[in-house]
């Protein structure tokens, strides 16, 4: 079974929060962390922006993760939210066994 974190970026914390407690309630996500204070840097419509954003930081199973794509989407503020994946490539096995049976198994297994 493979694991994947994905990164999210958010407006404010609220947000973050709101986005978390949805896909863990889904059961599209095991855990997420939240980080405040991010200074995002990025160009949008021609101009340079400099914004205050939180990080949601997902932990998942990584066949949820198209699922849990589209969920984001449909629930985010931003017309063009940041979502990727960062493949989990090790961990402590009792860790990775919590975060299978916290996530909703696709396969009905």
């Known amino acids: 079974m493979e694991f994947t974190f994905v990164y999210i970026t958010c407006p404010d914390k609220e947000t973050a929060i709101r986005l978390a407690k949805g896909a863990v309630e889904a059961k599209l996500a095991a855990c997420a962390n939240i980080l405040t204070g991010m200074i995002s840097v ?29 969920w984001i989407e449909n629930h985010h503020p931003y017309s063009v939210p940041c979502i990727v994946q ?24």
């Not at 949008?44 to 997902?58: P, Y």
């Not at 960062?86 to 919590?98: F, R």
Request: glycine share 6%; aromatic share 8%.
């Open 42 to 70: 990025y160009e949008w419509e021609n101009a340079l922006q400099t914004d205050e954003e939180t990080v949601l930081l997902i932990k998942t199973r990584r066949v949820l993760t198209g699922e849990l794509t589209a």
């Open 86 to 109: 960062l493949p989990i490539t090790d961990g402590n096995a009792s860790y990775l066994k919590w975060l299978a049976d916290q996530t909703r198994d696709p396969n009905g297994i």
